[in-house]
């Protein structure tokens, strides 16, 4: 059990325009969902957390405008890169916690964003 | 603010041999402390979670060890094997911060044959 998916597993578009990144748990319900970025080379940065039905809170220095976060239902979480730009290029990773199991995180395969 | 730190950043060894990746957090208030592994282009596989009560924990040829009061975690690996080559991550759950992980930039691990 606690399988997370994520959808696409690779992106590419162009400048501009908006691209919308699915994260999915296929066997369990999620009270808590986050959204992390990878640069090459570099760590996982979270960028928000996201409760089912609320509002994301958002990671210091990550625009809200920009990163979109809507947790729609308890196994669905979307990222929304709008009006994208080539410095949004990254490797955008998901994870999800179960009720009452809130301590272990359950990572996604990640989703590769190239902005031409 | 929680910092994590990984040494080496790199290290490339012969097939057999048993080696050390260090971690180390400057702030030793954790709930607990996980190692990842992470293929190139994939997402994060759990490998150990040991809690901020706990010392170590093993599983197969790993082993994992907590010292929460100076900050510092190892993970063992024995008898190393080709299919280890990947980046492993290490991340702490700080008690500052609920439920988020904060990550070091990880060791990149190639094993050789």
């Known amino acids: 059990g606690a399988v997370v998916s994520q959808h696409p597993s690779w992106v590419i578009c162009k400048s501009g325009t908006s691209v919308k990144i699915e994260c999915r748990s296929l066997?369990?319900?999620?009270?808590?969902m986050f959204w992390y970025r990878q640069f090459p080379k570099q760590s996982l940065m979270l960028m928000a957390t996201?409760?089912?039905?609320?509002?994301?809170?958002?990671e210091q220095g990550v625009e809200k405008d920009k990163f979109l976060i809507n947790h729609a239902s308890l196994t669905l979480s979307t990222l929304t890169v709008t009006s994208a730009h080539p410095e949004d290029s990254s490797f955008y990773i998901c994870?999800?916690?179960?009720?009452?199991?809130?301590?272990?995180?359950?990572f996604g395969p990640g989703t590769r964003l190239t902005v031409l | 603010k929680q910092e994590v730190t990984q040494i080496p950043a790199a290290l490339s060894v012969p097939e057999g041999e048993n080696l050390v990746l260090n971690c180390s957090f400057t702030?030793?208030?954790?709930?607990?402390l996980q190692w990842f592994r992470q293929d190139p282009g994939k997402g994060l596989t759990s490998l150990l979670l040991i809690q901020s009560s706990q010392r170590e924990q093993t599983s197969g040829r790993l082993n994992a060890s907590l010292d929460k009061s100076s900050g510092r975690s190892t993970l063992y690996i024995a008898a190393s094997q080709p299919g280890d080559s990947a980046t492993y991550l290490c991340a702490v759950k700080p008690m500052e911060y609920g439920n988020k992980l904060v990550f070091g930039a990880g060791t990149i691990l190639r094993v050789k044959s």
């Open positions: 994870s999800a916690t179960r009720p009452g199991q809130g301590i272990e995180q359950f």
């Open positions: 996201s409760n089912e039905g609320s509002k994301a809170t958002y």
């Open positions: 066997d369990f319900q999620a009270t808590t």
């Open positions: 702030d030793s208030a954790i709930y607990n």
